[in-house]
């Protein structure tokens, strides 16, 4: 089975979020499977410069703007697997943000730029840009690639299957009604039951709208965006596809996130915890914080944005500060929440640090001198650093929603007993009910015994991506049910 992932991030070449390292991990995991899987990515700098023996395949141009587009093939530098790379200079070879230009703003031609990535997961599927390579399955991720299934479907000589995963329903990839033209979809896909999205276009619906299946990245977000609260007005859309939407949680590269990876100050591991405490006073030194093994320190690896509950914990501050807690702080967004980070260590220098920016490695001593890590996220599909953290003994502090509350399990008292407890979650999206969770893990934290019970329980969790990948080739398999394209969406 041949099946091609179409997505605009990968670890390690350009990462915005855990999309990156989904990207990165999955197809691998699905190889060693024996399926043969290839990625195709747009030509960022970051791509182009990262990947390993790239030789052209096709020159065509003009297309989307873009005098001459050529298509490459190379290999992945870390996997080895084949990848698809789309040499587009006008439109990919720009500095910083694969979707942001250096002003913050979107880029105004990204209906353009993701359109022919699109376009070219549909021309790899009829073969036109490789002859030798064509894919039963084209699995596309996000709005980047929501055009994918549409292109697909519109050319009635496929018989491709298609497969969206959302990662976040939150960006939609909305664009004004009369990109159409540039986009190349007939008037007749312009509804409410198309790819129109309240007047605008909308390339996540037009994703859910033509797929064979969608997915997203835990069973619970699976269930959340099928309501209102969660569902970012495509509720409907996803409540009508209902029987083909599915929840396949995320998994972990164990070879990059592990007690013993060569970025953090000492190893260590389940058995023998005493690296940790290193790591740990390394962590408060790099820092500036107060070097002391007896009060918890609280840690924050993530974009600083309302969708991770980042204002819940700049308002809970003064319950961590009276428990005599530490925060650590690594993350950008937006500009209020990177300021009142700064503020507040500016004001509580020996207690909470904060590193505004991206920093990989950084986010491995993070996560190894951390007592706890914070994800008191409004909504998360599924969410990577809780998961990391319970490899590193780092107990996670998360809120009851989405993949969060399919992966940590709550030390209450019942579950201490049980010995199945591997971290803290609370539910409603206040700042009391964060504050209190977070005294409560202050106050199991004066408890090394049952403390290091958590811990132990929390490392030995696996989450690796031998399941997930099981369930993808499962999914794969219900498609090649031959007139599967026959219930195909024909709007
Ligand atoms: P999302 O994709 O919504 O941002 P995830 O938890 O799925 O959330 O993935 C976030 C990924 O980005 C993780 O690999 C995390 O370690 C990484 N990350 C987030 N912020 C930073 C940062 N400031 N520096 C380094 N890595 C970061
Ligand atoms: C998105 C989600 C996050 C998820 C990641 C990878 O960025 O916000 O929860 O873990 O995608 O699927």
Redesign the pocket.
């Known amino acids: 089975m041949r099946i091609l992932h179409v997505a605009a991030e990968i670890y390690p070449l350009v ?1 915005t ?3 990156a ?1 989904v990207v990165a991990a999955l197809p691998p995991a699905l190889a060693k499977r024996g399926l043969d899987v290839r990625v195709l990515l747009p030509g960022f700098p970051g791509i182009l410069d990262g990947m390993v023996d790239l030789k052209p395949l096709l020159r065509i141009g003009p297309l989307f703007g873009a005098a001459v587009v050529t298509f490459c093939i190379g290999r992945l530098p870390d996997s080895g697997l084949p990848a698809y790379v789309i040499d587009a200079p006008f439109l990919f070879r720009r500095d910083g943000n694969p979707y942001v230009g250096p002003d913050g703003q979107d880029w105004n031609d990204n209906h353009r730029r993701f359109a022919l990535l699109a376009w070219a997961a549909a021309h790899l599927a009829s073969a036109e840009i490789d002859p030798e390579w064509r894919p039963d399955i084209v699995h596309a991720h996000d709005w980047h690639a929501g055009l994918v299934p549409v292109y697909i479907a519109q050319n009635p000589a496929l018989h491709t299957a298609t497969v969206l995963t959302v ?2 329903l939150a960006f939609r990839g909305i664009f004004p009604l009369d990109s159409n033209a540039e986009l190349g979809l007939p008037a007749r896909k312009l509804t409410p039951l198309g790819v129109e999205f309240h007047g605008k276009i909308s390339f996540m619906k037009a994703g859910l709208v033509y797929s064979n299946r969608i997915t997203t990245v835990s069973p619970t977000y699976a269930r959340e965006i099928r309501t209102a609260e969660f569902g970012c007005g495509l509720e409907g859309v996803l409540r009508d596809r209902g029987g083909e939407l599915s929840g396949i949680l995320n998994g972990v590269d164990y070879g990059v996130w592990k007690p013993d990876d060569p970025l953090i100050a000492k190893p260590y591991s389940a058995e023998n915890l005493k690296g940790k405490k290193a790591c740990k006073l390394a962590l408060q030194t790099e820092l500036g914080l107060a070097k002391t093994a007896d009060r918890p320190l609280f840690a924050v ?3 600083l944005t309302s ?1 991770k509950g980042m204002d819940l914990l700049l308002a809970a501050l003064p319950e961590l500060l009276r428990e005599g807690a530490q925060l650590a702080v ?3 967004g937006d500009g209020d929440l990177e300021a009142g980070f700064k503020y507040a260590a500016a004001a509580n220098p020996e207690t909470v640090a904060v590193r505004i ?4 490695a ?2 491995h001593r993070f996560m190894a001198g951390a007592d706890v890590l914070l994800v008191p996220s409004r909504f998360e599909p ?4 809780q998961l ?1 953290a319970l490899r590193y003994g780092t107990l996670p502090l998360v809120r009851r929603v989405g993949g969060l509350a399919d992966t940590v399990i709550d030390a209450t008292t019942d579950n201490l007993a049980a010995d199945r407890a591997t971290g803290f979650v609370f539910g409603e999206a206040t700042r009391l009910a964060l504050g209190a969770r977070i005294s409560e893990a202050s106050a199991l934290y004066r408890d090394p015994e049952v403390w290091r019970r958590v811990q132990r329980r929390g490392m030995l969790q696996d989450f690796s991506w031998d399941d997930s990948a099981a369930n993808y080739e499962a999914l794969y398999r219900s498609l090649q049910t031959v007139g599967e394209k026959a219930g195909l969406a024909t709007a």
Request: charged share 20%; hydrophobic share 20%; proline share 0%.
């Open positions: 990462k979020g855990g999309l390292d990662h976040n690896v993530s974009r969708q690594l993350g950008s920016g991206y920093d990989e950084l986010s599924c969410g990577l650093t990391y």
